[in-house]
DNA sequence: CCTTGTCCCGACCGATCGTTCGGTTACTCT
DNA sequence: AGAGTAACCGAACGATCGGTCGGGACAAGG
């Protein structure tokens, strides 16, 4: 058998390359010549390993949503005051987007021109209307300000999270992620909570 | 002279649909056969109107900065105390956001293929920073809160504004335009205000 | 009438797209 | 050594890309 294999090429190694070059480019500025050049492998080589660029896509979104999905599984996101779990949940959201950062942004910017973007979308939809319940949830216990639309608030703190994408880089002497995660829950939650 | 044209196509109305386009299939899935279907147009024809695809994305993006930066010239964004101004340019940036929707939206999509493109991000990068100039006025002057590093604010205040164009609708009867500004205000200077 | 210029079109250009194919290299196992 | 196979490559595929070209339809001005 093939337990040892030689450590060339796999789909993994190959996905986080084209992952970084996608979000650098955009999925569909990048080309399979792109792939190759970045991947130090020739154009057809790549489809020695996956069944084309969108297998690419689907592999890194779903990497993201397993990510963001296995958050609403954690005990703390199950149990206890709603208004507790949310805040869990948002401090986790950060946590996931850090660890898995070129997945998620990745997720963020796919557009739907293509049944595997749809899908992605729709599970993104799913995520987002789950947390959505928490927070209508919070309300109810009156943990939450009522001064402003639940669906408004989940949709501008989803969208201060999802923000980080955008601009955080592991490598900088920037905020660290779990500084990151406190700031945005203190943010979040100070403009939130009842006070 | 023909002062009176007959009311055909201009690199206006061009323009309008065009970015409707962008922002659906996103700019580079954009082919200039989907914008000439769009429009009810011949492909060649459009280039009897504009230079090209680059000019429409340029176009676009010049309309939406010019919007943002208008707000920095405005007397209340000038005048006053660093807080008052600030909130005065979140207020301003959610309106503008909602008014020049789908240019503001294809501006914040821009990755930096092109020429064009990284023009455009270099023009934001320019905004943000003065708005963030602001935010640490407003800090020396003690009326933010200190507990949040100034810079990671700025940011995640961005986002949750910016995430506005992922969302807004104008033709549902969800949260208004107005009422949209007043929510994020209140949401982000509850956070951020010194209590 | 004829000219002039705007507006528009189908046909086509070279380049590049994602993908396929035939074949070579190099490693593993017997 | 020889067989088997995983990894890889250059060349080429049909399709589509952004853009060009020559010319037709039509209204305005003489």
Same mark, same amino acid.
């Given at each position: 058998?093939?337990?040892?294999?030689?450590?060339?090429?796999?789909? =993994? /190694?190959?996905?986080?390359?084209?992952?970084?070059?996608?979000?650098?480019? $955009? @999925?569909? &500025?990048?080309?399979? =010549?792109? %792939?190759?050049?970045?991947?130090?492998?020739?154009?057809?080589? *790549?489809?020695?390993?996956?069944?084309?660029?969108?297998?690419?896509?689907?592999?890194? +979104? #779903?990497?993201?949503?397993?990510?963001?999905?296995?958050?609403?599984?954690?005990?703390?996101?199950?149990?206890?005051?709603?208004?507790?779990?949310? =805040?869990?949940? +948002?401090?986790?959201?950060? =946590?996931?987007? *850090?660890?898995?950062?070129? @997945?998620? /942004?990745?997720?963020?910017? +796919?557009? &739907?021109? /293509?049944?595997?973007?749809? !899908?992605?979308?729709?599970?993104?939809?799913?995520?987002?209307?789950?947390?959505?319940? %928490?927070?209508?949830?919070?309300?109810?216990? $009156?943990?939450?300000? &009522?001064?402003?639309?639940?669906?408004?608030?989940?949709?501008?703190?989803? &969208?201060? *999270?999802?923000? *980080? +994408?955008? !601009? @955080?880089?592991?490598?900088?002497?920037?905020? #660290?992620?779990?500084?990151?995660?406190?700031?945005?829950?203190?943010?979040?939650? #100070?403009?939130?909570?009842?006070?």
């Amino acid at each position: 058998m093939t337990t040892a294999k030689r450590d060339t090429y796999t789909p =993994e /190694t190959l996905l986080s390359v084209a992952v970084q070059v996608f979000n650098e480019r $955009g @999925y569909d &500025g990048t080309s399979m =010549e792109h %792939l190759s050049k970045a991947a130090g492998i020739s154009k057809s080589s *790549i489809y020695h390993h996956v069944s084309g660029k969108e297998e690419l896509l689907r592999r890194a +979104v #779903s990497r993201a949503l397993d990510g963001l999905f296995g958050i609403l599984e954690e005990e703390h996101a199950r149990a206890g005051r709603a208004v507790d779990r949310l =805040e869990h949940v +948002v401090r986790r959201m950060v =946590e996931v987007l *850090i660890s898995e950062l070129p @997945y998620v /942004t990745l997720l963020l910017r +796919v557009r &739907g021109n /293509t049944e595997t973007e749809r !899908w992605a979308l729709e599970r993104r939809r799913d995520f987002d209307h789950q947390v959505a319940e %928490l927070l209508k949830a919070a309300a109810a216990d $009156g943990d939450v300000r &009522g001064d402003v639309e639940v669906r408004l608030a989940t949709r501008l703190v989803f &969208g201060m *999270i999802n923000s *980080i +994408v955008e !601009w @955080y880089r592991p490598d900088t002497r920037g905020a #660290s992620g779990p500084e990151v995660a406190d700031a945005v829950v203190r943010l979040a939650f #100070s403009g939130l909570r009842q006070n």
